[in-house]
């Protein structure tokens, strides 16, 4: 039967800023070191409404798995620095999909140019399309047909000559597709009955279906539901391109001689007390015994990061950052205000909403991905007793799933490679290589408190302005 693992954190392959000869350390303080050597790189300057986590449950997706990596565009992290699950916990497009088909927006007088821009759409009966409106029709068809073809490119190249096409494309869209003429007389109507009235709406469910069919079947799915297609840029193609690449690296033996403060401390989260790492696995099930590592007497670590944007031509952002803009309609299902977040303060700590399931839907999202941090050329090195050192070596092998350090291994893959470098009396040095590039950590962009509606706008009376009914 091959060995599930149930791996250490990478909390294990870091170190607090308070340091001793003991191999016995704090949880919180490595995460925080750790989390804190990453964001230093790719971050030096933080970002008010930025949220970085990391993996706590190892590498949680490969290059070579788009679906999985499509799977991790689609989900609200919990509000935590180390990520504990991923994706299937609060589909992004759920609660997106919720959020279009569950508010109401301010009402709008009709104005003139309101009228005006429906005439010249409807045609002078006002009962059909006008041709400038058929032919507009024509070339948006086309554009979305060369669209599909850019997120399913499978090289740089090729998407940048399909973009080209597009370009072209909107060239004589402009001229024979009367875009700007139709586009102005939409943006009237757009204006008039706001960003969120039933137009918008509509068009967002459209695109947003479109997506969904554009999935992966293999992609995660309960029953007909599919997550819809989000892409990355750089292409899953181009991550190993050497630019945007930054290395990271720490090693115990020097961080030791350069500390002047001492402590010792212990854990009962069994990740860390590094005498009672969790690196050893249960056999093909659910339950908690396995093997730990009994002593580590010096580690160190080594890999590449890069940042990869996340592009979701399915999700209109207003919906998330337009916070007065719409509010929830009246539904006999939910009887407190829910909120999808309550917003931030400044200094990044997230609040906790009161209630947050709207028509029996959690809604909650307190954060949404906008970076997937990859990693590669992942290497670790131990000094552990030789028993142990068989265990990581037999462990890296069994293909079984589980994680290795945060950025080995995960739950799809185990694998890892051990090379023995020297042998003294039981003890044993090691490097443990992970093989490709994965996914480790997200960077994501903060909720404001949403829905807030203004009072002082002109609601409908199927809106819900806040509080309970």
């Not at 739950?411 to 590039?437: H, L």
């Amino acid at each position: 039967m091959k060995t599930s693992l149930r791996l250490l954190s990478f909390s294990a392959v870091v170190l607090s800023t308070q340091v001793c000869a003991q191999t016995s350390y704090k949880v919180d303080d490595a995460y925080k070191q750790m989390r804190d050597e990453i964001r230093k790189t790719i971050t030096p300057t933080p970002i008010p409404g930025n949220w970085f986590s990391i993996a706590a449950v190892g590498a949680v997706a490969e290059a070579d798995d788009p679906p999985a990596i499509n799977e991790l565009a689609n989900f609200c992290p919990d509000p935590a620095d180390e990520i504990s699950r991923f994706g299937g916990i609060r589909p992004l497009d759920l609660v997106y999909e919720k959020a279009i088909t569950g508010m109401v927006a301010p009402v709008f007088a009709e104005t003139d140019a309101l009228k005006k821009a429906k005439t010249y759409l409807r045609g002078p009966t006002g009962s059909s399309t006008s041709n400038e409106y058929q032919g507009y029709l024509k070339y948006q068809e086309k554009a979305a047909e060369l669209i599909k073809k850019m997120q399913k490119a499978k090289s740089e190249s090729e998407s940048s000559l399909l973009f080209v096409d597009y370009n072209n494309l909107e060239k004589d869209w402009k001229v024979q597709g009367f875009k700007n003429e139709v586009e102005a007389a939409l943006f009237q109507i757009d204006q008039a009955e706001g960003t969120f009235g039933p137009t918008h709406n509509f068009h967002r469910t459209e695109v947003l279906g479109a997506f969904r069919f554009a999935g992966d079947t293999k992609h995660w799915a309960v029953n007909s539901y599919l997550s819809p297609a989000s892409s990355v840029t750089p292409l899953v193609t181009a991550w190993e391109n050497p630019s945007g690449w930054y290395k990271v690296a720490f090693d115990s033996k020097t961080y030791h001689k350069e500390s002047s403060t001492t402590s010792k401390s212990s854990s009962s989260g069994g990740f860390l007390h590094l005498g009672g790492l969790l690196i050893g696995g249960t056999k093909g099930g659910g339950s908690d015994d396995g093997w730990r590592v009994s002593d580590v007497k010096n580690y160190g670590y080594s890999f590449e990061i890069k940042r990869v944007r996340i592009i979701r031509g399915w999700l209109d952002p207003r919906v998330f950052t337009t916070a007065g803009g719409w509010t929830w309609k009246k539904t006999n299902d939910s009887k407190d205000f829910p909120m999808i977040s309550a917003g931030y303060t400044n200094k990044n700590e997230i609040i906790a909403p009161k209630f947050s399931v709207y028509d029996n839907l959690p809604v909650d999202c307190p954060m949404i991905p906008s970076e997937m941090l990859i990693a590669r050329n992942r290497s670790i090195t131990l000094t552990t007793s030789r028993s142990d050192y068989n265990q990581v070596s037999s462990s890296g092998s069994s293909g079984g799933g589980g994680m290795l350090g945060g950025v080995l291994g995960g739950s799809t893959r185990s694998s890892w490679t051990t090379t023995k470098i020297t042998e003294n009396g039981e003890d044993v040095t090691y490097r443990i290589d992970a093989p490709g590039t994965a996914v480790i950590g997200l960077m994501s962009q903060l909720v404001g408190g949403l829905p807030a509606p203004d009072p002082n706008r002109n609601w409908p009376d199927d809106a819900w302005t806040g509080g309970s009914k």
